[in-house]
């Protein structure tokens, strides 16, 4: 059983960009009291910013080190290096620490702070703004059930988590990470073919969104295949087999494929260092 039950569990969020907002926001809206919860950010009008929405405490990330029991860094990777330099000396090996920052592996955190800390790697998704987020969870070496367990708690009030090992982390960067990118994308071509056909771009862009939402919410809800679903709306010598023929023609599967690897192969870079 996770130690929230003893006492309420403080939570820091450091660093409160857009992302780090949006888990602010889910986790008071799914009932976390903003007493027990501290903030964090480069510019001081951007904390008064927060305090004044959420009526969360005001802190530095040092003092935050100190007081919180788990710790969410939601920084730019760029600047994690310069956090941690921060932390280290005011960390204890009882806090939880959560990094959302891209590419960086739970074993450089364990490097750099007191021995035995517990860090867990958590990838989200833009659509966590909308509580619709996706957010792949790996635990490091030092990280417990309980700390999995209190994490997913905090990424699920903002849309769904799933937990998987860290070797996994760059192939769920291409695929959920990196994943709206795609939708977003193809929601442009299909306007633009929509006004090729001739409709308003607003008609087109519309008609567009509506069905991919209407998509997404049959393929999460009715549990059937993709093919499945699929096959239900081509009919024999129809409209949609015509499209999907010229969808094959133009290769645009094996164009997913060498894209999701391309995605994948460039998170591993980043992971190692690359520039």
Known sequence: ???S????????????????????SGLL???????DVLVTARRPERAAELAAKYGVGVTTNREAAKLA???????KPQDMGTLIEELGPHMTSDRLVISAAAGIPTRWFEARLPAGTPVVRVMPNTPVLVDEGMSVISGGSHAR???????????????????????????ATALSGSGPAYFYYLVEAM??????????RQVAHDLIVQSAIGASVMLRDSG???????EAVTSPAGTTISAIRELENHGVRA?????????RNRSQELASGGK
């Open 69 to 75: 029991d788990t710790l969410i860094l939601a920084v």
């Open 224 to 230: 059937e295949h993709p093919v499945k679903l699929r």
């Open 191 to 200: 306007t633009d073919a929509g006004i090729l056909l001739g409709l308003p």
């Open 29 to 35: 809206r799914a009932g976390k009291d903003p007493a």
């Open 1 to 3: 059983m996770s130690s």
């Open 145 to 171: 059930e309980e700390h999995l367990l209190r994490t997913e708690e905090i990424f699920q009030s903002v849309g769904k988590a799933l937990r998987l090992p860290e070797a996994q982390q760059d192939a």
């Open 255 to 263: 164009a997913l494929l060498g894209a999701l690897e391309a995605a």
């Open 5 to 24: 039950a003893a006492h309420p569990q403080r939570i820091a969020f450091l660093g409160t960009g857009k992302i780090g907002e949006a888990l602010l």
